[in-house]
Each structure stands twice: as structure tokens, then as C-alpha cells.
């Protein structure tokens, strides 16, 4: 079974300042996917980033990047130029990229708390 | 813009009674999760949905927890009886899974019902 861990349970960082979540994960399987989801304190989970193991190039969305090390099996998110908003629980899940039993199930890290200061 | 539902978003209980959890999945999704949230264990996968057929539900507790899905745009979850312990956020989430396609989509995620049992 996978499992995915994330070993910062709460970062601060300084509005405009990069903040990194780390995240590592272990799996037998070379294809899946890795993905970022934020939690405001509305509860709603939010798709942040989603990385495809195949592709070597890192995902990027806006202010959001991941370091995908592989071999690693490691899996950071940078956040640049924080901003207040971006205050939530963060959590790494990974997912299999064949159906097979495990379907597109979704496990998780237990969570970054990210604080942003003014 | 498309969004999971959940129904209702609190719900205070006496230790005891049944309780029922819906979720109305996004259009044209043909798999369902379900997740409980708690501090100590984080989000579990209690259940899992595919063309409205269960195909894991392993993590719940058969002896009080079932979950449904009576049509494709309905799955229920219940607790009966329910006790203290089932204090959480359960959340569902739906995505698109094309069986032995390697495509998936993303998951969506409702904002979760926190149940409250005393």
C-alpha cells in the first residue's frame, strides 16, 4: 500500500516571502499522480497542483511549483510571494494512474498547516 | 461552475441515533468517495464508488456504516447507531474514471458534513 507522509506539521512565513512544503511518499508503482490540495478554514478542499510521474518537467501553477524528485520519491510544493489567502491546511495526496482495484482513490499526507504573518 | 453537494454541512446527534449523510456527485462523474476527516487520523477513505457499484470499503466499519448509491446522482452515507467517536468532517468527492483507461480526472470534493456526536 502507499503511503504519504509529511513531516512539517506547521510552517510560517512572512507575506511576499516563498514558503516549501515537503512531502515523501512510498509506492512499488512507476506511473501515478501526486497532487497538492489546500484547505481553507471553509473546509473546502482544493485542488492546488497535480503532478504526472512520467513527466520529469516540475508543474506550475501561478505562484504554486513542485520539486518531483522520483527517485527521491519526494515531492515539495514552493509557494512564492505568499499572500494572507494562502493560510490553509495543505495536504500531498497520491493516486495510482491505472484503475485497476485501487481506482482514482486518493491517499494522503496528514497536513501543513501554513501561516502567513503581515 | 460544477460542484459537489453535501448535505447537511452540521449535524449534532445523541449518541445513538441514526444519522444520514447525502452528497449529490457532479454530472457525468462515475465515482464516489467518501472521507473522514479527523485531527488524529486526518482523511480516510471510508468508500468507494464506481459506476455506482461499490468497490472498497475496506476503511468503514461495517457494523455501523454503510454507504449507497440508490441512482448516479445520489450517494448516501449512514451511521447507525452512531457514538462519540464518529465525531468528524466527512467529505465526498467524485471524479471521472474510464475502468481499464488510464485517464482519470481530478477528484472534486464537497465541503463535508461535520457530524457531531454527543
Known amino acids: 500500500a502507499q503511503t504519504v507522509t509529511q513531516s512539517q506539521p506547521e510552517m510560517s512565513v512572512q507575506e511576499a516571502e516563498t514558503v516549501t512544503l515537503s512531502c515523501t511518499y512510498d509506492t512499488s508503482e512507476s506511473d501515478y499522480y501526486l497532487f497538492w490540495y489546500k484547505q481553507p478554514p471553509s473546509r473546502q478542499m482544493i485542488l492546488v497542483i497535480r503532478?504526472?510521474?512520467?513527466?520529469?518537467q516540475n508543474a506550475t501553477e501561478n505562484r504554486f511549483s513542485v520539486n518531483f524528485q522520483k527517485a527521491a520519491k519526494s515531492f515539495s510544493l514552493k509557494i512564492s510571494d505568499s499572500q494572507l489567502g494562502d493560510a490553509a491546511m495543505y495536504f500531498c495526496a497520491y493516486r495510482s494512474q491505472f484503475p485497476s482495484a485501487a481506482g482514482n482513490k486518493l491517499t494522503f499526507g496528514g497536513g501543513t498547516r501554513v501561516l502567513v504573518k503581515p | 461552475d460544477a460542484r459537489v453537494t453535501q448535505t447537511p454541512r452540521h449535524k449534532v446527534t445523541e449518541m445513538g441515533q441514526e444519522v444520514t449523510m447525502r452528497c449529490q456527485p457532479i454530472?457525468?462523474?462515475?465515482?464516489v468517495f467518501w472521507y473522514r476527516q479527523t485531527m488524529m487520523q486526518g482523511l480516510e477513505l471510508l468508500a468507494y464508488?464506481?459506476?455506482?457499484?461499490?468497490?472498497?470499503d475496506s476503511g468503514m466499519p461495517k457494523d455501523r456504516f454503510s454507504a449507497e448509491m440508490p441512482d448516479a446522482t445520489l450517494a448516501t452515507l449512514k451511521i447507525q447507531p452512531s457514538e462519540p467517536r464518529d465525531s468528524a468532517v466527512y467529505f465526498c468527492a467524485s471524479g471521472l474514471n474510464y475502468g481499464t483507461s488510464s485517464y482519470n480526472s481530478p477528484l472534486h470534493f464537497g465541503n463535508g458534513t461535520r457530524l457531531t456526536v454527543t
Open positions: 503532478q504526472e510521474a512520467y513527466k520529469q
Open positions: 454530472l457525468g462523474h462515475n465515482t
Open positions: 464508488f464506481r459506476n455506482r457499484a461499490p468497490l472498497d
